[in-house]
């Protein structure tokens, strides 16, 4: 086994790797020349600065494992990697302290206005009385992602008696109560929070979440933290909310560019800025090394891996009778999440008839990894879904039954939510084509589609036809529609696939039909 390093990693993560493979650590490599020497190397291991784009993988000719001594993969082509049957590995657990630990410096920073007294002190200045800042205690902190960092962050709050609430929609009340937190809406985040801190990925959802309006909804002289990703919060509308006095100031580890440069915001007395340095610390940097070290020797030798960011293998005998079925609950579980409401704290994925003789893990992982990849964003695989649900509190369990009734074969899964159980069960029509059939005891024949209208309405006539209606007039084309109902005037489901995605404004329309109880849009 041979493994390339293009940068500089610690010392413990180098000799892990070379007590079974022979290792070369080649840095400040130009990328060309980073490419003509991949060919022989089973292995590439780099950090944050090597682009390791889909030409560099291409001349990797020989490359099983990229491994990323960190946890983002926004340098790695992960999809090409993917196409090469190359499998991408990280270290998702190395700097989670790092990172909670600077939020906490940060914070406190910012609360008592530390670099800009500092700089005054250096410039021969005592201005006592110019940098009298603010308290943590009995403040209200408001965490946005109460993921990992996010816990560890809520944990390190309590400490100061802060009172501490958050918003994370897949977090269940038991979890956060165990960590002394109050879960709340966005906008009870924005209203009630002294300190707000971002702990979440950058995808669709999360980019600008933070803007002008939220920033409107705030408490005045608010402070915001970011040590996540750039670009959650808009910098010009920060920079001009700190400006006018509306913000009192903002601590801020990473930026929408980076490096990034001239930023408007960096010229700000009232704001903290570092160079991303949340998950730099020596610690952090040994963990990280010796995680993503494990990683790839475990990637080589075909071991089960814990932080794979690519989807692993699958034994080539199950494959052939599972990859449809892994198909099928990947859609159900990215169905499930954003058709029903709650925060999990139960899934149970039960396998009925003949595919009961076969592991239920890879379904119950494929389930999961379409759960959360709609919550977290991309990076998410059926190896790290079930790590994501452990962190979270979410308990997961497994049943098998030769009998599946109607069906030949059935996978069906119950979930516990906060807003009581929920079911959903999906089979094969023919060998290949995945049905939903059953939501929440209504038997229904839901193809999966790219874009689905879901709605739960009362049963009565005209409501189907009003929606039709509304859907034609902002030209969107229905390809197929299905209608579950238990009882003639209770209480109906029905799911539209639509050939695009739908905007708001036609989503609102559709929820002002009289009848409609709730509608929204399931996107696979």
């Known amino acids: 086994m041979r493994v390339i390093v293009s940068e500089p990693i610690s010392e413990q993560g180098l000799e892990i790797l070379r007590r079974e493979a022979s290792v070369d650590v080649f840095l400040d490599l130009s990328a060309e020349d980073l490419a003509s020497r991949l060919p022989g190397y089973d292995a590439l291991l780099v950090r944050s600065q090597t682009k390791v784009t889909a030409s560099l993988i291409a001349a990797g000719t020989d490359l099983k494992v990229i491994g990323r001594a960190g946890v983002g993969v926004d340098n790695i082509d992960v999809e090409a990697a993917s196409e090469r049957g190359i499998i991408v590995v990280n270290a998702p657990e190395g700097n989670i ?7 906490m410096a940060m914070m406190a920073a910012l609360a008592r206005n530390i670099p800009a007294a500092h700089a005054s002190l250096c410039n021969a200045k005592w201005q006592r009385n110019s940098f009298i800042g603010v308290e943590l205690y009995k403040k209200t902190l408001g965490i946005v992602g109460l993921g990992q960092v996010g816990s560890e962050v809520a944990k390190r709050a309590k400490g100061f008696d802060m009172r501490v609430i958050a918003f994370d ?43 002008a309006r939220e920033l409107g909804l705030m408490k005045e002289g608010v402070r915001l933290v ?118 999990i704290h139960t899934v149970e994925i039960s396998c009925l008839g003949e595919i009961a003789s076969y592991p239920v893990t890879p379904l119950t992982n494929s389930f999961l990894k379409g759960l959360f990849k709609i919550m977290l964003g991309n990076g998410i695989n059926a190896v ?141």
Not at 97 to 103: K, L
Not at 184 to 201: C, G, K, N, Q, Y
Not at 269 to 283: A, C, R
């Open 97 to 103: 302290i790092a990172a909670a630990e600077h939020t």
């Open 169 to 211: 929609p897949y977090v269940s009340t038991t979890r956060a109560e165990k960590l002394g937190v109050r879960l709340a809406t966005l906008d009870e985040i924005w209203r009630e929070s002294d300190f707000i801190t971002f702990h979440v990925p950058k995808t669709k959802e999360t980019a600008y979440m933070v803007g």
């Open 226 to 343: 970011n040590c996540a990703r750039g670009g959650i919060i808009d910098e010009a509308a920060l920079c001009e909310a700190i400006t006018s006095g509306k913000v009192g100031g903002a601590a801020l580890d990473v930026f929408e560019s980076e490096p990034p440069g001239a930023c408007p915001l960096l010229k700000l007395d009232q704001v903290v800025g570092t160079p991303h340095l949340g998950g730099s610390t020596y610690e952090a940097q040994v963990n990280v090394a010796v995680e993503v070290a494990e990683q790839i020797l475990a990637a080589l030798k075909g071991l089960p891996l814990t932080a794979a960011v690519n989807a692993p293998s699958i034994p080539s005998e199950a494959l052939a009778v599972l990859a449809p079925y892994i198909t099928l609950a990947e859609h159900m579980g990215s169905f499930f999440v954003q058709a029903m409401d709650g925060g």
């Open 384 to 524: 790290n879904a079930p790590v994501l649900a452990r962190q979270r509190g979410i308990r997961i369990s497994e049943t098998k039954s030769a009998s599946a009734r109607d069906f030949a074969n059935l996978v069906s899964v119950r979930v516990d939510t906060d807003q009581g159980t929920r079911t959903i069960a999906g089979t094969l029509f023919g060998t290949q084509e995945p049905r939903i059939v059953q939501l929440d005891g209504y038997r229904m024949d839901i193809s999966p589609a790219p874009y689905m209208l879901v709605s739960e309405h009362i049963d009565k006539p005209g409501i189907i036809g009003k929606v039709g209606t509304i859907l034609g007039t902002h030209r969107v084309n229905i390809a197929g529609m299905q209608v579950g109902r238990k009882s003639i005037g209770g209480e109906a489901v029905m799911v539209l696939q639509v050939d695009h995605d739908l905007e708001a404004p036609v989503l609102r329309a559709v929820e002002e039909v009289d009848g409609i109880i709730g509608a929204r849009v399931v996107r696979l």
